[in-house]
């Protein structure tokens, strides 16, 4: 089983930038695409980005094409997700999760979620 914990969200003025992190523990990290999702209070989780296992592959929402990046470092056990050029519209809880099956755009495809960092974008 894998355990995510994600860090380094906080406050930012829009047109600036933050790097999230996600910590992952647990023997399937490597063999696991890993995704970033997003919600506002009264809204669903919505797909932000997704990386392969191997990284070779990435996928983003239209939202935030050519601003935010997604990375991961199989060594450190870690995915990240680099967001430039925010927007008050970006602000939400973000949220680290395992792909187990399925679409990489849905949020069923995904067994494992950390426990959500809050971004917040100020105009």
């Known amino acids: 089983q894998v355990q995510l914990v994600e860090s380094g969200g906080g406050l930012v003025q829009a047109g600036g930038s933050l790097r999230l992190s996600c910590a992952a523990s647990g023997h399937s990290f490597n063999t696991a695409a890993m995704g970033w999702f997003r919600q506002v209070p009264g809204n669903e989780r919505d797909f932000v980005a997704a990386i392969s296992w191997s990284g070779s592959s990435t996928h983003y929402a239209d939202s935030v094409k050519g601003r935010f990046a997604i990375s991961r470092d199989n060594a450190k056990n870690t995915v990240y997700l680099q967001m430039n050029s925010l927007k008050p519209e970006d602000t939400a809880v973000y949220y680290c999760?395992?792909?187990?099956?399925?679409?990489?755009?849905?949020?069923?495809?995904?067994?494992?979620w950390g426990q959500g960092t809050q971004v917040t974008v100020s105009s």
């Open positions: 999760a395992g792909h187990v099956s399925g679409s990489y755009y849905y949020a069923n495809a995904y067994g494992y």
